[in-house]
C-alpha cells in the first residue's frame, strides 16, 4: 500500500501520532499515564509502532516487549509478547494489510533479538484482537483460559517449551471475596476513564471497594483476568475482565 509508514513510538514523539486515539497530553491523563509506564519500560525492550497514512493518519498500532515483562498472567520469557495490536480508525483503511504489516515488524525485531518467537494473548470482541490475524501468519494456539482467551504462539525453534497461562489463573478471583477490587495498569489507556466513578458508586452502594494499581510486570502477571491490565472482581468473581464504562458497571450490579 502506497503512502504508508511505519514509526516507532516514544515519549518525545507519542503526541505527534498518538495511543489508542489519545493525542492531546495536556488533555488525557491516559495518555499522560501511558508516558509515564513507556518510559518505565521501554529500557526493557518495549516497542510501540504506529502506521501513518498518507491523508490519513495514524491508523493502527502494535506494542510488544520481552516475555519476561509481559503483561498478561502467562509465563512467555524467551519469546517476544504482543500486548495490542489494531487498525483501522477509519474503515477505509481495514483490511488492506496493515495488521500484517505491523505484525511482521514484531517478528523481524524477535529473530533480531534471537528470541524463541511471539506469543499473543486473543479474544473475540472489543479491547484485544481476535485470533484469525495470527492464525493465518502461522501461529498455533498452545493454551486456553476461561470464559474465551486464547494464547497463541508463532515458534521459531520448535523445541524451545510452549508459552502457557499462569498455574491456578482460574481459582484467583476467589482470593478477593470481600467486597468490590479493580486492579488496573497503565500499560492500557481505556484504564483510567470510568474507574473514579465505579469506586464513587460502590461507596454509595455502601459495597467496600478497593483499586490496585499494577505497576510492574509481576503484580500483572498475577492478575486474575487473562487480560491482565484490568479487572473487576466482586465478592470473588469476575465481573468485567477488561475496561467497561459506569452505566455498564451499574447494569451489571443491578442484575446481581
Not at 504506529?50 to 493502527?60: M, S
Not at 491456578?168 to 488496573?184: C, K
Not at 492500557?188 to 458508586?201: E, F, M, Q
Amino acid at each position: 500500500m502506497d503512502g504508508v509508514e511505519i514509526v516507532a513510538l516514544n515519549p518525545d514523539n507519542i503526541g505527534s501520532y498518538g495511543v489508542c486515539g489519545y493525542k492531546d497530553i495536556k488533555k488525557h491523563a491516559e495518555l499522560q499515564r501511558k508516558i509515564q509506564w513507556m518510559q518505565t519500560f521501554q529500557p526493557k525492550g518495549l516497542t510501540i509502532k504506529v502506521v501513518d497514512v498518507v491523508d490519513g493518519g495514524t491508523q493502527g498500532m502494535i506494542e510488544y516487549i520481552p516475555g519476561e515483562y509481559a503483561h498478561r498472567p502467562v509465563s512467555a520469557e524467551g519469546y517476544m509478547f504482543i500486548h495490542c495490536l489494531f487498525v483501522g480508525f477509519k474503515k477505509e483503511y481495514k483490511g488492506k494489510g496493515l495488521a500484517t504489516m505491523l505484525l511482521n515488524e514484531c517478528v523481524r525485531d524477535a529473530r533480531e533479538q534471537g528470541l524463541s518467537g511471539v506469543a499473543v494473548v486473543t479474544r473475540k470482541g472489543s479491547f484485544m484482537a481476535d485470533n484469525p490475524l495470527f492464525l493465518k501468519n502461522g501461529f498455533h494456539v498452545v493454551d486456553r483460559a476461561a470464559p474465551d482467551f486464547e494464547l497463541s504462539v508463532l515458534k521459531f525453534e520448535t523445541d524451545k517449551p510452549n508459552p502457557a497461562f499462569n498455574p491456578a489463573l482460574e481459582n484467583r478471583p476467589a482470593a478477593y471475596s470481600d467486597g468490590l477490587t479493580i486492579f488496573r495498569s497503565a500499560q492500557c489507556p481505556y484504564s483510567v476513564k470510568n474507574v473514579d466513578a465505579i469506586l464513587a458508586s460502590a461507596e454509595k452502594m455502601h459495597i467496600p471497594a478497593r483499586l490496585i494499581e499494577i505497576e510492574d510486570a509481576q503484580t500483572a502477571q498475577q492478575v486474575p483476568s487473562p487480560f491482565g491490565t484490568f479487572c473487576i472482581v466482586y465478592r470473588g468473581k469476575i465481573i468485567a475482565y477488561h475496561p467497561i464504562s459506569h452505566t455498564r458497571f451499574m447494569n451489571i450490579m443491578q442484575k446481581m
